[in-house]
């Protein structure tokens, strides 16, 4: 099994302040990976170790078998980063910026690139510069799929986009992956969009790794239960073997476990709590990742 990424015991500091703690991840090829977390939880350090732009305290992150600090210039060209939505050039026009940046990549497919911005419908000669937000990001995804890059990195790619804008990008990098056997690690703030499209997913907490996992198992696995109990609030605590998260509204209580019903009504009454109706709430990922991670 080819891993494009693999970290071992990645671990980093600013200054005295931990971000990254023992992350431990594989990104087989072919996959589409994505990684979620509240701000502040490491997202964009891990992409900036990715890259080479930050060397890690301790432990090691390899990009194609390579250290990512000290990747080769060949290497370099095989991976498309996206970071934050941002274009430098901006003084340049839509037709300039293309040619700029096919004079770096080998494998340029300016077809790629006409495609997506031809639906801009904007002339060759507008500047970058008088572009909104979202206009943008739509010239630095184009940039992006016509470098041909083996693994594309992906920090935030839906900044500034609209609905129809996003829905036309997942669409494009579906096609992408599939019909290319190409890589692709992505972070979002729209949770909505990512379960559209990734295959793997990690969830980051506090300078820590929650979980990684197949997103269909995390789905299937992952549970919401709500009963009512006066006498139970406040009384039942998370632990890591069974109760992921709780929370109490008024009399309601909601429990969030990989557990079974029968399995977390076993736990409860071992803690002196009966219940005697459960129920189980369906939830999309967004649920999921709040159960997970706590609303605050």
Known sequence: M?????????????????????????????????????????KTTTINILMGFLRPTSGQCLVFGEESHK???????????????????????????????????????ADHYWDLIG?????????????????????????????????????????????????????YLQEYVREKNKTVFLTSHIIQDVEKVVDDTIIMGYQKLLLKMPLTTLKEGFHRYEFRNVNAVGAIKVDDDTITNVEYYNDKITLYSF?????????????????????????????AFIGLTGKY
Request: aromatic residues 8%; neutral net charge.
């Open 2 to 42: 080819e891993h494009v990424i693999e970290c071992k015991n990645l671990t980093h500091y600013y200054g005295d302040k931990l971000v990254l703690k023992d992350l431990n991840l594989k990104v087989e090829k072919g996959r589409i990976f994505g990684i979620l977390g509240k701000n502040g939880m490491g």
């Open 119 to 171: 639906k801009l419908g904007l002339g060759d000669n507008h500047k970058i510069r008088n572009m909104s937000c979202g206009q943008r990001s739509q010239v630095v995804l184009g940039l992006i799929f016509a470098q041909d890059p083996e693994l594309l990195i992906l920090d935030d790619y839906s900044m500034g986009l609209d609905p129809g804008y996003r829905a036309l990008f997942i669409e």
């Open 71 to 109: 990747l080769s210039p060949l290497t370099r060209q095989k991976i498309g980063l996206l970071h934050e939505g941002h274009l430098a050039y901006d003084f340049m026009t839509i037709k300039q910026v293309e040619n700029f940046y096919a004079r770096f990549f080998p494998n340029w497919k």
């Open 259 to 287: 557990k079974s019903t029968k399995d977390v009504k076993n736990h409860l009454k071992t803690h002196g709590i009966t219940v005697d109706e459960m129920t189980e709430i369906p939830m999309s990922l967004e649920e």
